[in-house]
């Protein structure tokens, strides 16, 4: 993992399209700013974990017997 400090109204930028700006700083929590292209998916990571079990949850052995009847 990579470890950078930024100060308030700092940025780093990413894949150069992706630009990450420390907005505000109060106590222990850091509001930050993502600008990247639409195309990119940003999710918190609770959010992307829930995704992920949800995904791997529908997929059951039935739906894919049924798939594999399709083709």
Do not use: H
């Not at 470890?3 to 399209?17: A, F, H, P």
């Not at 929590?29 to 600008?35: F, L, W």
């Not at 940003?42 to 079990?53: G, T």
């Amino acid at each position: 993992m990579l470890t950078l400090s930024r100060k308030k109204n700092e940025s780093l930028v990413i894949n150069n399209n992706i630009e990450v700006t420390i907005l505000d700083i109060k106590g222990d929590q850091i509001k930050i700013g993502i600008a990247a292209p639409r195309e990119v998916p940003v999710y918190r990571k609770e959010i992307y974990l829930e995704i992920q079990e949800a995904n791997k949850s529908s997929v059951t052995e039935e739906s894919v017997a049924a798939l594999k009847e399709l083709l």
